[in-house]
């Protein structure tokens, strides 16, 4: 059986610049995309043609790109689901939105927005929750075709609308949040298709997340009340369901409140801080600082602070045995601890440490081992030196081996780093590895000295 193909979307309103949320939206979908080998698309949901600005698409491409975001299928690229701007898709819409009606599944709603208004008002006298009375859904067949005459001779056009169950509780499972449960009375009988013949949201999102194939649908928590209405619309359409992650909002530093551009958040000394991207752009931020360098940062805490070490030792195996590498257990458990202060992803494992786990000793070259100011003889010479005190060493631990290697490289007329990068290089193949008396412990006096006199050997 084959892994299902994930893509996942991005799918911004083009109503201004792009807001710091939004863009930490669009780069969960583009990391989750890129690590599952996937693809990743953007969607441009113009819909709202009140709230359009045609600069604002230019204007958000160049804030993706500028933080490194890039796109697989959408504007300016294409791609076989296209177009994937919704403006250009009406006719989707309103063919699916016509096959719910067909299907009993939404209904013309011929009422005008001062009636609607009127309803709005009466329920908050009544002390009722506001919202639509459904009186075009539940009118009889001659009260309808009364309603859609009067609606036409006054030049308005029907609306579509969803028809909502009355009772029952619709549910899915978030990725993030877990079980999610709504109760259907709680919901209204939401607009799909306007009067103009554009969608809403709702009935975008749905049909284009399924023509697009769409398999992760990663959003702001925003619109998890929404939810429901999807979830409505899928069984409706009886197409199957991507998963939802709905994220969390992206608060104020002090934890207090949205990041908003209205109310823009200060820092301790009272300075503003950004809350629009173009306003990191301008403001002589790097990108590589407010995403993928932090992100990296920031794991790399996790991994040191936030995990235990057997936790660690578990997930290191993966990527080792990924790279082809055959994992021995204990080995592992021994490694874990000194990559857990220096990695960043749990992938540095492999380019690290990934020594540990070579069926045989890979030697470094004469350069990689030859230390700066160094020749091979003075290399030659120090790893002579080191061999006969690796030999005697007691305990062989890294205790031990401090002491033992202490005054070593003085003696020999050499600084700490020349002397312990030619042992450091010399016994793990590599210049960039674990530090050199932890790895001589794991390895063990044995093979160290394996390790040494092949080097010595080549020199
Ligand atoms: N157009 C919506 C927005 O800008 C997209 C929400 C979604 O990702 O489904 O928030």
């Not at 201004?16 to 953007?42: E, M, P």
């Not at 009422?111 to 919202?131: H, I, N």
């Not at 009889?140 to 009772?167: Q, T």
């Not at 999102?205 to 429901?228: C, G, K, N, Y």
């Amino acid at each position: 059986m084959t892994a299902p193909v994930v893509r996942t979307r991005f799918a911004p309103s083009p109503t201004g610049s792009l807001h710091i949320g939004g863009l930490r939206t669009a780069l969960w979908a583009w990391l989750f995309a890129r690590h599952h080998g996937g693809k990743f698309i953007l969607r441009i949901e113009d819909t709202d043609q009140k709230r359009f600005d045609p600069t604002a698409l230019q204007t958000l491409m160049e804030a993706l790109r500028w933080i490194g975001i890039d796109w697989d299928e959408g504007p300016e690229v294409g791609g076989e689901y296209g177009p994937y701007v919704q403006s250009e898709r009406l006719d989707h819409y309103q063919k699916w939105a016509q096959w719910l009606v067909d299907h009993d599944h939404a209904y013309h709603c011929y009422c005008s927005s001062e009636r609607l208004a009127q309803v709005t008002k009466d329920k908050q006298a009544a002390g009722l929750p506001p919202g639509y009375d459904r009186r075009c859904r539940f009118a009889s067949p001659e009260e309808r075709e009364r309603l859609a005459a009067e609606c036409a001779a006054e030049g308005r056009k029907p609306v579509i609308r969803l028809k909502m169950p009355l009772d029952g509780e619709t549910r899915f499972t978030d990725l993030v949040r877990g079980e999610v449960v709504f109760e259907n009375k709680d919901v209204q009988d939401a607009v799909i298709l306007k009067a103009d013949g554009f969608p809403t949201y709702h009935l975008a999102v749905v049909i284009d997340d399924h023509l697009m194939q769409i398999s992760h649908v990663t959003r702001a928590i925003e619109w998890l009340p929404s939810a429901p209405l999807h979830v409505r619309l899928w069984q409706a359409f009886g197409w199957e369901m991507p998963q939802f992650a709905h994220l969390p909002v992206m608060l104020n530093p002090n934890g207090q409140g949205k990041m908003s551009k209205r109310k823009p958040p200060r820092d301790a000394k009272g300075n503003i801080i950004p809350v629009m991207v173009h306003d990191y752009m301008n403001g002589g931020y790097l990108p590589e600082a407010l995403a993928i360098e932090k992100l990296e940062w920031i794991n790399g805490v996790y991994i040191r602070e936030q995990i235990t070490l057997d936790d660690l030792t578990a997930r290191l195996k993966k990527p080792l045995e990924e790279a082809g590498l055959t994992v021995d257990e204990a080995r592992l458990r021994k490694v874990a601890p000194i990559v857990q202060t220096r990695i960043r992803t749990l992938n540095d494992v492999v380019a690290m440490a990934g020594f540990f786990f070579h069926p045989e000793f890979k030697p470094p070259t004469p350069e990689q081992v030859i230390q700066k100011k160094m020749d091979a003889a003075s290399t030659k010479r120090a790893l002579e030196v080191s061999l006969a005190v690796v030999e005697k060493t007691e305990p062989f631990t890294l205790d031990g081996l401090h002491a033992a290697f202490s005054e070593l490289g003085q003696e020999l007329g050499l600084s700490n780093s020349q002397m312990f990068g030619v042992l450091r290089v010399a016994v793990t193949g590599q210049t960039v590895s674990t530090p050199t008396f932890e790895t001589m412990e794991i390895l063990g006096r044995e093979e160290t000295l394996a390790r040494l006199r092949t080097v010595i050997g080549l020199l």
